[in-house]
């Protein structure tokens, strides 16, 4: 049962350009987690979401920043018109969303560097 | 609303040391903690987890106990290992009956010398 993936695993994009950053969660699991990580910082919530919608998006920059999770394909987390503030490993979870206990499982992250 | 303090780092120690790492939180009821180890380049693995006070959560030779009266859940291993050198997370979630998202600490690095 392969893990939670993520790509691609390193982005480089210029000031202005977009970054779209994709997470599949493992099988069976349909919930969904953001967090961004930025230098020599715990991780931050971002957005959670289960196919189709948006449970809590209170971690999301008002502006630039969108989250979804479609039906059919992976989730995707879209960066718009980027700043170097925007640098930071962004991190995928996902779980069963069953019980108030139901694990959150990682993906390895996507290092997003803006030059 | 919740936060997750924990000891700065890093924090280097000789192989067969003993570990403590400190972890406080501030919740309104009575959340989950949970610590995360994450290896070099990698995403976070979750080592050990509490639900409720006084649960002691313990896996590869850590532990942790859930303490109510201190709002603590300090992380502690007998003898370090030069493999678990690492940064620890310490997190939490509200215990809302349904999946909820993690507040994690800002990460202590550990650094374990021959």
């Known amino acids: 049962n392969a893990g939670v993936m993520q790509n691609p695993r390193h982005l480089v994009r210029r000031r202005g350009q977009e970054a779209r950053l994709r997470c599949s969660p493992m099988?069976?699991?349909?919930?969904v987690y953001w967090y961004r990580q930025l230098p020599e910082e715990g991780l931050k919530f971002m957005v959670y979401?289960?196919?189709?919608?948006?449970?809590?998006e209170s971690g999301m920059p008002k502006e630039r920043f969108s989250a979804e999770f479609p039906k059919e394909g992976p989730s995707i987390l879209r960066i718009q018109q980027v700043v170097r503030g925007d640098s930071a490993a962004y991190f995928c979870?996902?779980?069963?969303?069953?019980?108030?206990?139901?694990?959150?499982?990682f993906g390895p992250g996507t290092r997003l560097t803006v030059l | 609303g919740n936060s997750v303090t924990q000891m700065e780092g890093p924090v280097t120690l000789s192989e067969e040391a003993f570990l403590t790492i400190n972890c406080t939180y501030t919740a309104t009821g009575y959340p989950s903690l949970f610590w995360y180890v994450q290896y070099p380049g990698e995403g976070l693995q979750l080592l050990l987890k509490a639900t409720k006070a006084d649960d002691k959560g313990s896996n590869k030779g850590f532990e942790a106990t859930y303490r109510k009266e201190t709002t603590s859940f300090h992380l502690e291993k007998g003898s370090v290992q030069v493999s678990d050198s690492a940064v620890y997370f310490c997190a939490l979630s509200r215990n809302t009956g349904t999946a909820s998202k993690l507040t994690f600490g800002t990460g202590t690095r550990l650094q374990v010398t021959l």
């Open positions: 099988k069976g699991h349909s919930h």
């Open positions: 979401l289960q196919k189709e919608n948006i449970i809590d």
């Open positions: 979870a996902s779980s069963t969303g069953q019980g108030s206990f139901n694990e959150q499982f």
